[in-house]
């Protein structure tokens, strides 16, 4: 798992470099416009007048990528749940083949695609392919840039994103380790100039200090979890009396524990962003304090506002398709088992749930209807729903410190 994780940023440092070659072909090509000249109506699928099974795209961009692979089984889950076929296409780390599988996606004629950009360059290339064949398509995990969302919604076949931001992946944690009581806290990330990463690092700043807490460094520039060890190793060494650690992802967490064991005077609590396994195995040890993510269902809800656009209820948000957040979760270690248990190994949310996201099976869904449920998305209320279905007992959610 480590070595995919590697994998995947070197692919995504490479990837910007990569994909102007493609924009540069992709603009050659005699496709539709992007102004989005069809009316709304023109542009629903025809799907909606036909009682034939809806068959839907989905791209993911590295296969045996964790984080990844949960996205897609997710998504497998939620067209299981809606009665869509899936067609998965595995883009093996690379942009070109990225562009390649929306191809083929097109050729095999599905009805829609839930798509996995992994450049912000991509989006359009892809907007643009869609809005060409006349397929439905949503954005899932990654929102785009507010400029490329702009040029998105111009386009009438784009029915919305749903994905989150990261700096909301570091603002929770960041409050949850000062009211742990921890004042003194380094952080360990990737480069300043990385948009998943930076974003976590001030996300993470504000709230601490808000709270009373001081970030006394930043190891910046990580690559590796290599590079984690070394940059926590030296931060250790200058700040001895530092009550608090936090690695904006899972092998800069990893990195950071083993520098840690070797400073045995230094006591200080751990929190790290990304639920990986090897972060959950660090939770169930108690040698992380907390972690945080939970926000794979964002395929879920993706595959959701698809099939809704598709049987002719097509959501907007005035007269925009919309962009929805999910929440970035905190997991406190007393709640590891049953993470694991319903959002790795089973659904958070049921089929039932997910139904009723979409018209066929709610009349009354709408744009309401997805952010009520989101705003309500946390690991209490979902293990809370799992008591009621008969799936884990009381005593069991006591344990985990979830009083009824």
Not at 119 to 144: G, M, N, Q
Request: positive net charge.
């Amino acid at each position: 798992m480590k070595k995919n994780n590697r994998k995947l940023c070197a692919i995504l440092i490479s990837a910007l470099t990569i994909v102007s070659t493609i924009t540069g072909c992709a603009s050659s090509t005699k496709q539709a416009s992007s102004t989005g000249t069809a009316s709304d109506a023109s542009a629903t699928s025809k799907v909606s007048a036909s009682n034939k099974k809806l068959k839907l795209g989905f791209n993911n961009f590295l296969k045996g990528n964790y984080s990844l692979d949960i996205l897609e089984k997710n998504f497998r889950s939620a067209a299981s749940a809606l009665n869509c076929d899936a067609m998965v296409t595995n883009d093996q780390g690379k942009v070109e083949t990225t562009v390649q599988d929306v191809d083929s996606m097109i050729s095999a004629k599905v009805d829609g695609i839930v798509f996995f950009g992994i450049s912000d360059t991509l989006f359009p290339i892809v907007s643009r392919k869609c809005e060409a064949a006349k397929i439905p398509f949503v954005c899932y995990d990654h929102i785009p840039s507010d400029k490329t969302l702009e040029v998105l919604r111009k386009n009438p076949y784009f029915a919305g994103v749903v994905g989150e931001h990261d700096y909301d992946a570091g603002f929770p944690i960041g409050k949850y380790a000062a009211e742990q009581g921890t004042k003194k806290a380094i952080l360990i990330t990737g480069k300043n100039t990385d948009t998943t990463h930076s974003p976590r690092v001030k996300g993470f700043t504000d709230a601490f200090t808000k709270n009373g807490g001081k970030v006394l460094d930043v190891g910046w520039g990580c690559n590796t979890l290599s590079d984690a060890l070394s940059k926590t190793d030296n931060l250790l060494t200058a700040h001895p009396d530092v009550d608090c650690i936090y690695a904006t992802g899972g092998d800069f967490g990893s990195g950071a524990l083993q520098a840690l064991a070797k400073h045995p005077s230094v006591k200080a609590k751990m929190f790290v962003t990304d639920l990986d396994p090897d972060i959950l195995i660090g939770l169930s040890k108690h040698i992380i304090s907390a972690a945080n993510g939970a926000h794979w269902v964002n395929a879920s809800f993706a595959t959701a506002l698809l099939v809704n656009r598709l049987v002719g209820n097509n959501l907007r948000d005035g007269n925009a398709a919309p962009t929805l957040t999910v929440p970035v979760l905190t997991l406190p270690n007393s709640q590891e088992s049953l993470y694991d248990k319903f959002w790795l190994h089973n659904d958070p949310f049921s089929a039932k749930e997910i139904q009723q996201l979409v018209k066929t099976y709610n009349s009354g869904a709408s744009l309401k209807t997805f952010r009520d449920t989101l705003r309500g998305y946390s690991i209490e209320s979902r293990l809370k729903e799992k008591e009621k279905e008969g799936l884990v007992t009381k005593d069991e959610l006591t344990k985990a410190g979830i009083k009824g």
